[in-house]
């Protein structure tokens, strides 16, 4: 493992860098950290390569890359930690990706796993107004009528005034 780490007490800040592009200055970095337990950092430190951050939804997780023979594997921290067969997913309690001390994982179904997915609440649309005249939707929520009775309210008023 190419990353440093600081103890945390009763677990390990592995240090991962990821370039952000949601910072005011194009090219800044962001720093971010992986938390595993002291007993798992031997199996974390054995993988060579470089734990990077990977940006999934409203979370991050640690993903490296190993090559062999011109042939990349993607490694998954929480997938190495708690050796979590294929046909499981890692479900992290706390929802935080980066989180992977084994108090946090367990290997669950994937039906399981999108169950407990956090849903952000849909914003409110404001509400249409509708014509006073042909109960019709107007183009733009402040006007009183629709396009077509506007239009004859003008046309009306025009040949009284002609009229006059």
Known sequence: MRNHYTDRGDHYAIELWWRSSATTTYGKRQQLYALVDKADLAIVAAIKGTWVPIRSGRTHYARTTIKSNRI???????????????????????????????????????????????????????????CAHCKRFPRRPDHAYCVHCAAQYAHDRWVRIKAE
């Open 72 to 130: 990349a594997t993607l490694l998954w921290m929480h997938r190495e930690i708690i050796a979590c067969p294929p046909e499981l997913e890692p479900d992290h309690a706390n929802h935080d990706g980066l989180d992977n001390r084994r108090s946090n994982l367990s290997a669950v179904t994937h039906a399981y796993n999108t169950s407990r997915e956090r849903r952000q609440p849909r914003p409110e649309r404001p509400r249409a107004t509708i």
